[in-house]
T-cell receptor, first 112, second 119 residues
Framework: EDQVTQSPEALRLQEGESSSLNCSYT??????LFWYRQDPGKGPEFLFT???AGEEKEKERLKATLTKKESFLHITAPKPEDSATYLC?????????????FGTGTQLKVEL | DAGVTQSPTHLIKTRGQQVTLRCSPK?????VSWYQQALGQGPQFIFQ???????QRGNFPDRFSGHQFPNYSSELNVNALLLGDSALYLC??????????????????FGPGTRLLVL
């Protein structure tokens, strides 16, 4: 079954304590992997699109990487304002259009 | 540049009623996708519209229907509401599949959502 799995489900960090979030996928014909940030009660905010294994993208304290089986979102020296749920999603296949298939997210809490 | 807009922001309905949610895509986009997000879960794909037709559909019953207008805005209709339909409904806009060339992925940008509560 095509699947997207995120881990951990929840993560608590101290300010400045770097860490990584994982997104593993089992789909055929990956066309793109997406990372979004979602604050409570709001719509997901786009962060990155990765298209092929080996690709990396950075934005401020965030860096996303992609392999053939998984993606990592690295958070360097996080601040309390980085607290949010981080969602991973994929587009795949040649007949699936461009719907997004999401994982369940990692809830990040950064404390002072 | 206005992003994706949705209305209303919140809605309370009772079982059996019908509801219509609305979405305007980001400027320059012609494709609208709808997602349902239950509490603590990732968004689930409902359907996608471009050129005023439903192009792709997720695993949702026929009670969920939609429409796209010539200006690319879209509506999501849900009939015979059930308690389990309570969720955050998200609209996402993008360029149509293949717009970036071949089978390249198209980034979707989300609106703020409509929170639906069914009592």
């Amino acid at each position: 079954e095509d699947q997207v799995t995120q881990s951990p489900e929840a993560l608590r960090l101290q300010e400045g304590e770097s860490s990584s979030l994982n997104c593993s996928y089992t789909v055929s014909g990956l066309r793109g992997l997406f990372w979004y940030r979602q604050d409570p009660g709001k719509g997901p905010e786009f962060l990155f699109t990765l298209y092929s294994a080996g690709e990396e993208k950075e934005k401020e304290r965030l860096k996303a990487t992609l392999t053939k089986k998984e993606s990592f979102l690295h958070i360097t020296a996080p601040k309390p304002e980085d607290s949010a749920t981080y969602l991973c999603a994929v587009q795949y296949g040649w007949t699936e259009g461009n719907k997004l298939t999401f994982g369940t997210g990692t809830q990040l809490k950064v404390e002072l | 540049d206005a992003g994706v807009t949705q209305s209303p922001t919140h809605l309370i309905k009772t079982r059996g009623q019908q509801v219509t949610l609305r979405c305007s895509p980001k400027s320059g986009h012609d494709t609208v996708s709808w997602y349902q997000q239950a509490l603590g879960q990732g968004p689930q794909f409902i359907f996608q519209y471009y050129e005023e037709e439903e192009r792709q559909r997720g695993n949702f019953p026929d009670r969920f229907s939609g429409h796209q207008f010539p200006n690319y805005s879209s509506e999501l209709n849900v009939n015979a509401l059930l308690l389990g339909d309570s969720a955050l409904y998200l609209c996402a806009s993008s360029s149509r599949p293949g717009a970036s060339g071949g089978f390249g992925a198209e980034t979707q940008y989300f609106g703020p959502g409509t929170r639906l509560l069914v009592l």
